[in-house]
Structures are given as C-alpha cells and as structure tokens.
C-alpha cells in the first residue's frame, strides 16, 4: 500500500559548510535571500513610477530594517512559541540559528516595530509604510514553505489522498500531506496575487496591510487542519497556530473596517 505514495528523497538541507562546521548557505537561507531581492525589485520598481512617494534609499532603508525584523522577530518567535522548555533548559539555544526555525507571527512583530521605525525617521504615516511593504512579502513567504519542503521539515497530518508523500525523516513513515507545497501556493502565490490585483485601483490607508492580515490568517488557519501540530494544541481546540492567526484575522478585519469608514485613499 504505501508503495502507491511518493517516496521523497532525503535532500541535504546545506548547499555548502565550511570544513567541519555547520556554518554555510542552507537551502532555507537561500530562499529567503531570493525573497528579498525579489521584494527590492518589485519595490525599486514601485518607487520609480511616478508621484510614489518613495525614493530608492526609503525602500533599501525599509527593506533592510524589516530584513532585520524578519530575521530577529522570526528567531525569537520561534523559541518562544513554539520551543520554550528547550530554551528554558539551554538559553544558548536562542543564538543556535542553524538548529532551529523561524516563526512567522514572530517574524511579524519583528517586521511592525521595523515598520514603526522606519516610518518614525522618514517622517511618514505608519499605515502608509505598512500598505506599500505588504505587497511585496507573500513571494518570499512561498518560497520560505519551499524552503520547509526541501528541509523535510512541517510536514502534515497522515493522509490517504493520491498526492500524499512519504518523508525520509518521517520515524513512521507515514503518507502525509505536503502542507509545505500548500502553504507556498496560498501564502505564496494566492495571496501575492490577490494583494497586487488589489492595489491596482487607489485604496484607503490601511486597507492593504489590513487585506494581508486577513489572506494570510485564513490561509494558515486552513491549512493548519492538515498540518502536522508543532506543540499540543490550544486549549484543546485548536492548534497553536491557529490560535496566533485569530488575532491577525480579526485585526485585518477591523484595520480594513477602520480604512473603510476613514476614506483616505492613496496610491499605493
């Protein structure tokens, strides 16, 4: 029976390591790499039309503090939500980037204050920040869930689905959904394509950061039911995941009710 799934390959998460160390490039630090000289193209791009409000050195400024945000807010996100006994038990483990993850809704607190930031020194509204960077994060994001896949790590729930997939590093071996591959096209490809159709007509401030909050909160909720859960779930109902979505959700909603009902549009 489990001959009729695909049977991954192991893949070596490092491209390269320097002599016996784990230091090097990793698959997953690649995809991010690629994300965000995706995101510094796509925003160069939106600076140069005309009467955008932005200069080149704004976006690499933006860019690089919310690189920074990413990378911090991500790190720490990740021990705390998700790995706080084993931080409790070696605090070191904090600065071991190379044997842990990274958390998105860390990832995303990280990237708000870099947003508070950078808006306080330009001199520029916080929701206008907010509304011109969100459209230029779900392509790294996908490529970050691609990064998980060719990490064999965030597997799914077990599954009988034709599409199911057997993981080398799986200890049972089990037919599983690839909610990695899942997630890279909701987070990736859906929600990328949804927030760029949607600031092709003027929009009020806000509403753009607001509809991000909401795609992506759906989108991991969803997924989240065939996702293998990291921690046991929340209050028993829901996974923890879930759980951090629902304040992502009902922010969105309430942002975009906010722009709504203030009318402000700007060209983003």
């Given at each position: 029976?489990?001959?009729?799934?695909?049977?991954?390959?192991?893949?070596?998460?490092?491209?390269?390591?320097?002599?016996?160390?784990?230091?090097g490039?990793?698959?997953?630090?690649?995809?991010?790499?690629?994300?965000?000289?995706?995101?510094?193209?796509?925003?160069?791009?939106?600076?140069?039309?005309?009467?955008?409000g932005?200069?080149?050195?704004?976006?690499?400024?933006?860019?690089?503090?919310?690189?920074?945000?990413?990378?911090?807010?991500?790190?720490?996100?990740?021990?705390?939500?998700?790995?706080?006994?084993?931080?409790?038990?070696?605090?070191?483990?904090?600065?071991?980037?190379w044997?842990?993850?990274?958390?998105?809704?860390?990832?995303l607190?990280?990237?708000?204050?870099?947003?508070?930031?950078t808006?306080?020194?330009?001199?520029?509204?916080?929701?206008?920040?907010?509304?011109?960077?969100?459209?230029?994060?779900?392509?790294?994001?996908?490529?970050?869930?691609?990064?998980?896949?060719?990490?064999?790590e965030?597997?799914?729930?077990?599954?009988?689905?034709?599409?199911?997939?057997?993981?080398?590093?799986d200890?049972?071996?089990?037919?599983?959904?690839?909610?990695?591959?899942?997630?890279?096209?909701?987070?990736?490809?859906?929600?990328?394509?949804?927030?760029?159709?949607?600031?092709?007509?003027?929009?009020?401030?806000?509403?753009?950061?607001?509809?991000?909050?909401?795609?992506?909160?759906?989108?991991?909720?969803?997924?989240?039911?065939?996702?293998?859960?990291?921690?046991?779930?929340?209050?028993?109902?829901?996974?923890?995941?879930?759980?951090?979505?629902?304040?992502?959700?009902?922010?969105?909603?309430?942002?975009?009710?906010?722009?709504?009902?203030?009318k402000?549009?700007?060209?983003?």
């Amino acid at each position: 029976m489990m001959n009729q799934y695909l049977h991954l390959p192991y893949f070596d998460p490092s491209i390269f390591t320097f002599g016996d160390s784990n230091i090097g490039l990793r698959w997953y630090g690649l995809m991010y790499l690629l994300g965000f000289l995706f995101a510094r193209w796509l925003g160069v791009r939106r600076a140069n039309r005309p009467n955008s409000g932005w200069s080149v050195e704004q976006v690499d400024s933006l860019l690089f503090n919310g690189f920074m945000g990413v990378f911090l807010g991500g790190r720490i996100g990740d021990v705390f939500f998700y790995n706080l006994d084993h931080f409790l038990q070696d605090p070191l483990y904090l600065f071991r980037v190379w044997e842990g993850g990274m958390s998105f809704h860390g990832g995303l607190i990280g990237v708000i204050v870099a947003m508070i930031w950078t808006s306080y020194s330009q001199k520029r509204h916080f929701w206008q920040t907010a509304d011109f960077i969100a459209p230029l994060i779900p392509f790294g994001l996908g490529l970050g869930r691609i990064g998980n896949f060719i990490n064999l790590e965030l597997w799914g729930r077990e599954t009988d689905v034709p599409w199911a997939m057997i993981f080398p590093n799986d200890p049972l071996l089990l037919p599983r959904h690839p909610s990695q591959l899942y997630e890279a096209f909701l987070e990736g490809f859906v929600l990328f394509a949804m927030l760029n159709l949607f600031i092709k007509k003027p929009r009020p401030m806000g509403s753009v950061a607001g509809l991000f909050l909401i795609g992506y909160g759906v989108f991991r909720f969803i997924v989240e039911y065939v996702r293998e859960p990291e921690v046991e779930s929340f209050l028993g109902i829901m996974t923890r995941g879930q759980a951090l979505c629902l304040p992502m959700i009902i922010g969105g909603a309430l942002i975009m009710g906010w722009a709504y009902t203030r009318k402000s549009a700007v060209k983003n």
